[in-house]
């Protein structure tokens, strides 16, 4: 079964500090992972996805198939990056995705 | 990428009725899905809706309760049937850009509460 699992449900950090928000899943096959963000009043818009490999905003994530997860990093936070963050899988073979719970970021000035 | 429009924003509606949410996309799209967001929770896919065929409903979700429309390419209906309080949530819809992993795009959702 597929599963997204992301651990924090709040994670806070000062500005300028570095972030990670983690993601673990579940899936026996080879799964696309993406990541996704909610900024207050604003609709869910994709911020990463694995394939492509690129940093968007300073945010990285790295697919690690050894540990199943799919955890997004940035070296320096600034207070922009306050939302919430959702980890989601799409299976080889389908086309809908799952989502994680969800984590929301708060950064302290 | 698709741009998604959905309507209504939000409403606030009686027990026992019904309310039908309309979601229009600026351009063909092969699958719609809906998806349903609870105060202070994750996203829940509730169905995916192919054109010209049924919707294909998740664990948990039935056509009766949550009646699927897709007439054709850009547009699909959700309706949420014999609404109680527990239906109150956020209603999303989504499609996917491409098939090459670029990601699903997201209606701006439908805030419902149900009193």
């Known amino acids: 079964a597929q599963r997204v699992t992301q651990p924090e449900k709040l994670l806070s950090v000062f500005k300028g500090a570095p972030v990670e928000l983690k993601c673990n899943y579940s899936?026996?096959?080879?799964?696309?992972l993406f990541w996704y963000v909610q900024y207050s009043r604003q609709r869910l818009q994709l911020l990463l996805r694995?394939?492509s490999r690129e940093s968007i905003k300073g945010f990285t994530a790295d697919l690690n198939k050894g540990e199943t997860s799919f955890h997004l990093k940035k070296p320096f936070a600034q207070e922009e990056d306050s939302a919430m963050y959702y980890c989601a899988l799409r299976g080889s073979s389908a086309s809908k995705i799952i989502f994680g719970s969800g984590t929301r970021l708060s950064i302290r000035p | 990428s698709a741009v998604i429009s959905q309507k209504p924003s939000r409403d606030i509606c009686q027990r026992g009725t019904s309310l039908t949410i309309q979601c229009q996309v600026d351009?063909?799209?092969?699958?719609m899905f809906w998806y349903r967001q609870q105060p202070g929770q994750s996203l829940t896919l509730i169905a995916t809706a192919n054109q010209g065929s049924e919707a294909t409903y998740e664990s948990g979700f039935v056509i009766d309760k949550f009646p699927i429309s897709r007439p054709n390419l850009t547009f699909s209906t959700l309706t949420v049937s014999n609404m109680s309080p527990e239906d109150s949530s956020i209603y999303l819809c989504?499609?996917?850009?491409?098939?090459?992993?670029?990601?699903?795009?997201f209606g701006s959702g439908t805030r419902l509460t149900v009193v």
């Open positions: 989504s499609v996917e850009v491409d098939k090459q992993g670029f990601g699903y795009t």
């Open positions: 694995h394939i």
């Open positions: 351009s063909q799209v092969t699958m």
């Open positions: 899936y026996s096959g080879s799964p696309e």
